[in-house]
């Protein structure tokens, strides 16, 4: 039987060693359209790979998906984040699991990953071809059990026809990347960005750049779209974990508002306005003679401190017992609902993630086949599946290559 995987990346390389671990008689050959293999594995993490993510639960795994969390659900059963820690582990990668269960190889280098899934690839004897982009798959043989034949973009490379396919392309920046799988009856869903930072109007807020708040929740205006996490403020404006998570969240919003709204963040990441009120009062009476300055609320980073005051229009130098009513209300306000502009976004053009792809609607996750065009089969990123930061995006890839290599000989 011969196996076609059409896409040269993590998914790519799963689904072709799964397939050839389970059933070695298979001729198994990945086309990559590119001279570089695995290129978003070597640049993910900032080139440390974050693989996957070590939280506890698969309920917990699920809801880290804006979209496809549900239906990945049975698929995690069968393959979750501990099955991809135990099989790097296994095949010579030791792993490390972060305070914050972001998961990376104890190298602290993506090459220890490119290596081992390239090392097993080689090892069951799994063909590769590089330079060789594909942009059509026809059925040749339409019976109870048709065969496909792909079409190359080089007109003079000849076309090829295999008993089984596996599309692993990744997300595509626009629609008409996907053209070639809508001729074969698939629905795509628009992509879009998603994990993007964003530009704030702010210039002061942008002199502060390099300032992280370790713990801050962050909404987009008008509806209930929100995130914790740690805020990194950029010389753009805003990114960090909790932007880039809220990105995700309102991919579909944001795009259809151009990139054009308003975010309130909560510096200190308090929802009771009381307790904070009661403990700014209990910090005037600490210290009272005290500056503004000398005492930070929450331990916030002083830069940001003294930017909070200049916003609520109080000097650094003031004295805690010289707050008056207003400005302590002012003051809880700025900590836990202050607002700014958005104007666009920041997209980090290598390791891009889209919120789109060919509908889920289309596939059995019980086998990552089309519903649509008989042995043809989907995995990663060119599904309509995405996740916030923490190393999902590469977990939904390994699943959902390991069911569709799993599944070519059943």
Not at 143 to 171: A, R, Y
Not at 195 to 220: P, Q
Not at 271 to 279: A, T
Not at 328 to 333: A, D, E, K, P, S
């Amino acid at each position: 039987m011969k196996i076609g995987v059409i896409g040269g990346g993590a998914a790519g390389f799963f689904a072709a060693i799964t397939a050839k671990e389970r059933n070695p008689e298979l001729e198994v050959i990945i086309y990559e359209k590119t001279p570089k293999l695995l290129s978003k594995v070597k640049i993910s993490g900032g080139g440390r790979c974050n693989l996957t993510n070590g939280c506890k639960t698969i309920d917990e795994l699920c809801s880290a998906y804006p979209r496809g969390g549900r239906q990945l659900k049975k698929g995690f059963m069968r393959f979750d984040n501990f099955n991809t820690i135990e099989w790097f582990e296994s095949r010579g990668v030791p792993l490390v699991i972060q305070d914050d269960n972001c998961v990376f190889p104890q190298s602290q280098d993506s090459q220890s990953i490119v290596d081992c899934l390239l090392n097993e690839a080689d090892k069951l004897g799994v063909i590769i071809n590089r330079g060789k982009g594909v942009n059509s798959i026809a059925v040749v043989d339409d019976n109870n059990n048709p065969k496909l034949m792909i079409g190359f973009l080089d007109p003079k490379q000849k076309s090829e026809i295999f008993d089984k396919i596996i599309v692993t392309t990744g997300g595509s920046p626009q629609k008409k990347g996907l053209d070639w799988l809508e001729q074969c009856g698939h629905t795509i869903v628009e992509p879009v960005p998603s994990l993007f930072s964003f530009n704030v109007s702010d210039g002061a807020l942008k002199k502060l750049m390099g300032v992280v708040v370790e713990e801050c929740s962050v909404a987009i205006q008008g509806t209930k779209i929100k995130s914790t996490g740690a805020l990194l403020i950029t010389h753009w404006g805003a990114s960090g974990p909790a932007i880039l998570k809220l990105s995700s969240y309102g991919a579909r919003l944001l795009y259809q508002n151009s990139y054009n709204f308003n975010i309130n963040i909560n510096w200190i990441n308090r929802v009771d306005n009381l307790s904070v009120l009661d403990y700014i009062t209990k910090t005037i009476n600490e210290n009272p003679g005290k500056q503004l300055l000398s005492v930070r609320p929450y331990f916030l980073p002083q830069r940001l401190w003294i930017y909070l005051l200049e916003r609520c229009e109080l000097t650094p130098d003031k004295r805690w017992a010289e707050l008056g009513k207003k400005s302590i209300n002012r003051l809880v306000n700025i900590l836990t609902n202050d607002s700014y502009h958005v104007k666009g976004k920041n997209t980090f053009s290598e390791e891009y993630v889209t919120c789109g792809g060919v509908s889920l609607n289309n596939i059995d996750f019980n086998t990552m086949e089309s519903k649509v065009c008989k042995n043809l089969y989907f995995a990663g990123e060119v599904l309509d599946i995405d996740a916030i930061t923490g190393g999902y995006n590469l977990q939904a890839a390994w699943t959902t290559a390991y069911i569709a290599g799993s599944s070519l000989c059943k």
